[in-house]
């Protein structure tokens, strides 16, 4: 049996997102110093100040680092992959996953902390995929895991809503899930007039879910694209066309173990590049993070999702 050796001997950078996991990150911080200690790990734990610290923190050590660990949620890794992409550093990312759903190091194994420390420990590198976000020919931002339009984005908005009226709810987040949910719902923004051109496919209709994926699970583990890959050159599609609250529940009940795929308003598709129209103007959703022009959230009526094959090194 061929024994592993560590592979990290200078100080490796952990930066913590407060913010996360409605302060979840923070709360551990104790809890993480001594499992770090623990595995015998040179961590130099930097607590971000911001969302913008936070940027500037990774943008500054991009490159220069071998290994940028970030702690938090989807989020944190969705800012942490921008800049380290946006540097054209050649710096892999470790995940931590202390956030609210966590799907993105869900994907990779990598939702229990010893098996995320193992990983930085040994330097286990692996090359993903991400997808460049593209409007007027403009790069928006990149994607590590998935891109939301429709009624995810929308439910996005209402929880935040939710949270900032009742803080109290941030414990019980399937409950103001299912709140903004219906919220969505009400306001009839649960059905977007919707066209999706891929390679080989033309899709066009109403749809409640239009999900651009390079990871198997969404919405805190629900199997929403079994077959994803984030390493085989493509992102993948799941729509689900316009449908009742109870039906779209029952769906979202099913795809926890991926049954949802055999339902006859869920179409697949996997490609590594998609146009997308829509006549109505649309929010994204990028790693769980609304995307911004300036301070308000972006509307648009279209978008392009362009595969970069490997382009990132993740710790996994």
């Known amino acids: 049996m061929v024994k592993l050796k560590p592979m990290i001997k200078e100080k490796i950078p952990f930066i913590l997102n407060p913010a996360a996991g409605s302060g979840r990150s923070l709360a ?8 770090i200690r623990y595995f015998d790990l040179p961590a ?23 290994i940028i660990v970030g702690i938090g949620g989807d989020s944190t890794f969705h800012f942490m992959a921008n800049e380290i992409l946006r540097s054209e550093g050649n710096s892999a990312l470790g995940l931590i996953g202390l956030g609210s ?38 790069v928006i931002c990149y994607v590590l895991g998935q891109v939301n339009i429709g009624l995810g984005a929308a439910v996005n908005q209402y929880a935040a809503s939710i949270f900032r009226r009742w803080p109290w ?3 019980y987040q399937n409950l103001a899930g299912l709140m903004a949910i219906r919220q969505a719902y009400k306001k009839k923004e649960n059905a977007l007039p919707l066209s999706v051109l891929v390679k080989n496919n033309y899709y066009c209709g109403h749809f409640s879910i239009a999900l651009f994926t390079n990871i198997r699970y969404w919405a805190t583990g629900r199997k929403i694209a079994p077959q994803a890959s984030p390493d085989d050159g493509f992102f993948d ?10 039906s779209l529940l ?6 926890k173990k991926g049954k949802h795929v055999k339902n006859e308003i869920v179409f697949l598709d996997q490609s590594d590049y998609f146009v997308i129209n829509s006549e109505k103007k649309f929010l994204l959703q990028a790693d769980g993070e609304i995307i911004k022009q300036g301070e308000k959230p972006l509307e648009i009526g279209h978008f392009e999702l362009k595969v970069i094959p490997q382009a990132l090194k993740i710790i996994a």
């Open 28 to 35: 551990k911080l104790n809890h993480l110093a001594k499992k």
């Open 44 to 66: 130099e734990i930097i607590i971000s100040k911001s969302e913008d610290h936070l940027k500037e923190l990774t943008r500054q050590l991009a490159g220069k680092e071998k």
């Open 101 to 138: 759903s966590n799907d993105i190091p869900r994907n990779f194994g990598l939702l229990d902390l010893n098996q995320s420390l193992r990983a930085i420990k040994f330097g286990r590198e692996k090359a993903i995929d991400v997808a460049a976000i593209l409007h007027n020919d403009q």
């Open 169 to 171: 709810m941030k414990s």
């Open 237 to 246: 599609l799941c729509l689900i066309r316009a449908c009742s609250f109870a």
């Open 250 to 255: 029952y769906l979202a009940l099913l795809a």
